[in-house]
Every structure is written in structure tokens, then in C-alpha cells.
């Protein structure tokens, strides 16, 4: 072989392999990692887990994302919490979705160990699990105590995090992806749902109401209204440049005084929620305008709001992939003229989905 032609034949060898090296070094190795949780626990699986009891709807679904539904011995079930789509708009990764989950409970398959609120430590530890998985706000304070039992009991506890923002969606994931050895996976999910948040936070960084003032508030009765300091909508739109009329500066959320409060902030446009309360909407609302106060805010008189019905509320509201479905609804709220869609007042739980399909076009 020609010396010349054997140099340049080596220079490419080298070349190829440096290019993967870096591919490999930037790629994410699947293996377990030890990993400090959001209680502080140090996590560190010594084997794949068998058995998993999880405690809320939003570790089930990322567990089944992972690929680890055919572990769950035991979980949290309420009314309606594994009721949602089995899709993702805009995301190709198998979901896996668990929407068979409350009917393994029926068919004595898996346990049922109470309410999200409810469950108990005796009832979690009766599944024989290996790991269970909670989150942060079910083991704080007095509830700490759930934990601490498991863990004398020798169950690895996987304590997730409450918030409620996108980023706080994106590191559970990214978390468990290292404790399972499923960075990869993890890292599929989580470019793909970026990536598609990306797009939503274009469409409402292009929306005329972008830098007016919003408030996103949860009126459930009898227990009052509410307000939150960490949710999707508030990320998204403080994100692209609109402004929270009503922020929390301390703790999770806050009880208001519905008239005077919003009276006093005058938000542009309000986004209610109503916690899966199954509120007559239409009776709510003529209430807010007959009222002499709320109905001399302009957003109020003007029909600048729109109330969620219980699907699309957990759309917007679960700190899984499926916040991305609520992404979608907000986006076409807040942008009706790039996205296509006139989003009704009342967001009810029969069309809702209808006004999240822009994002597979987009």
C-alpha cells in the first residue's frame, strides 16, 4: 500500500474512533447510580427491584414509562386518578401508560393501600415490596414517620419530588433514570418532552397577551380558593414573559379571598381550576358576574377565563409526561391565531383533546 495512502487510511481510523468515544462519552451509560433523593436519602440499588409500591398516580406513570409496570405490587388509588389519555401529544416514546392499574386492584392483582393522603405505612409494607416510591409533600412533617418505618423494615424508600413545574417533571425522571439504570430511556423522555415544550413556549412567547398579567387559581368548595406558587401554567407563561398576578412567595399555596383578591390584582385573563370537584361551570360563573365585585373586574365582565373540567385539570396538573397535554391546551389559550384553535370558556373533559392536536403539526 502506498505510504501516503496508509497514512490517510490511519488518519481516518483515528477519526472514527475518536467520534465515537465522544459519542459514547456523551451519550448516557446505563447502569445503576447511587443518587441522593428529595428527602435526602441516599439511593443506591444493589439489584433490580421485583416488587415496587408506588403512592401516587405520578410515580406510577413514570414507573411504567421506565418499563417497570409489570413491577408494581401496590399503589395509591382515588376516584378517577389513572382516568386520562393514553397519549402524549407530540412525544413517539411508549408511554406504557397504567390505566389498568385501578382494574389489577379489582382482579386482586395488585393492592390498593389507600388514598394518596391516606396511605400508610403497614398497608405499603403488606405488598412485600422491595422499593416504594413517594413523594416529597406525602413523607414531610408529622408524615415523615411513613418513611422512617419502611426503612426499618429494610424497604428502600425513593422519595420523588412535589413541585410542580416542567423542570421539577424533568429531573423525577432524569433521577429515577439514574437509580434504575435507565439513563437512556430517561434521557428519551425527557428530550422528547423539552423538545416539545419548546414549541409550546414559542407559540405563547408569540401570543398577543404575552406580557399582560394572568392568575391561575383553584376554587374547590367547601374548602375555599387557592393559589400556588410552583404549577405548569405559571412556569410556562413566566417563562415567555407574561407576569403572575397572583404569586406565592412562601409556602406551596395560599387560601384567598376570591372577590377582594382578584379585584385587587386585576389580572388580564385567569385560568380555574377546580381540583376535580365536578363544579357546574355555567352556575359558577353567572354567580362571578352577578357578584358586584368580581363582576366589575374586567377579565370577569369581558369572558377573559377559562375553567377546567376534571381531564383537562389533570392534564395541567400531573407532574408526569402528561404535563405536555396541558402545555398544549395553554398554548392554544393564550394563541388562538397561530395555533388554530378557539378555546371555549368552559374546558370540558369531552373536547378538550381537541384543542391539543396543533402540537403534532407544529
Known sequence: MDKKVSIIVAIAVVAVV????????????DHKEGVTDYAGNVIELKEEPKRIVSTSAVSSEMLCNLGYRN??????SGSYVYDVIDYVVGLTFDLNYPAGLPADIDSGKIANIGSYNGWTAE?????????VIVEKAQVEDTNKVKMTSLQALGITVIVINSEYGFQDCLDNYTMLGKIFGKQSLAKTITDQMQKAYNKVKDVAAK????????????????????IYKNALIISLLNDVGF???LPVTEGSYKTIQLQETVAQANPDFIIFDDMGQHLNWAEVIAGWKADPVLGAVDCIKNDMFWCMEYEPFQAIGYNSAHLINGAALIGAIVNPEDTGVDVPTVVTSEKWTDYIQWLKDY
Open 207 to 226: 401570543s398577543d397577551l404575552n406580557g399582560k398579567k394572568f392568575a391561575y387559581i383553584c376554587t374547590c368548595p367547601p374548602w375555599g380558593n387557592y
Open 71 to 76: 413491577t408494581i405490587v401496590g399503589i395509591t
Open 18 to 29: 475518536a467520534i465515537a468515544a465522544v459519542m459514547i462519552l456523551s451519550s448516557p451509560q
Open 243 to 245: 407576569v403572575n398576578a
Open 123 to 131: 398497608g405499603a409494607s403488606a405488598a412485600h415490596p422491595d422499593v
